[in-house]
């Protein structure tokens, strides 16, 4: 069981910056993938990036170039850098955690986070 709580969204500017946090509780985090998900209104749930436990990296190519994932595992916290940030990134954003390889699909990954809300204004 993995139990995983967001922080770090909130209200900025087109063309700013914000840190998204991934805070995991439970056994063996640190051979967990995380992903980051992201759902605006009215859509459906999309990748945004995901990390595996030694490190190989996703990114969806429309954040490629603007957001970093990094994770700590000595900290059980997975990070999303969002940088040159757009309105069309306004969303809530979730992490989620699954034992196997990164993949984009939101039915790969089993445990889920509760979200945190980024608006971007333009």
């Known amino acids: 069981q993995v139990r995983l709580v967001e922080s770090g969204g909130g209200l900025v500017q087109a063309g700013g910056s914000l840190r998204l946090s991934c805070a995991a509780s439970?056994?063996?985090?640190?051979?967990?993938?995380i992903g980051w998900f992201r759902q605006a209104p009215g859509k459906e749930r999309e990748f945004v990036a995901a990390?595996?436990?030694?490190?190989?990296?996703y990114y969806a190519d429309s954040v490629k170039g603007r957001f970093t994932i990094t994770r700590d595992n000595a900290k059980n916290t997975v990070y999303l850098q969002m940088n040159s940030l757009r309105p069309e990134d306004t969303a809530d954003y979730y992490c989620?955690?699954?034992?196997?390889?990164?993949?984009?699909?939101?039915?790969?990954?089993?445990?889920w986070g509760q979200g945190t809300q980024v608006t971007v204004s333009s």
């Open positions: 439970g056994r063996a985090f640190s051979i967990y993938t």
């Open positions: 990390i595996s436990w030694n490190g190989e990296i």
């Open positions: 989620a955690a699954t034992p196997r390889r990164p993949v984009v699909e939101v039915s790969g990954y089993n445990y």
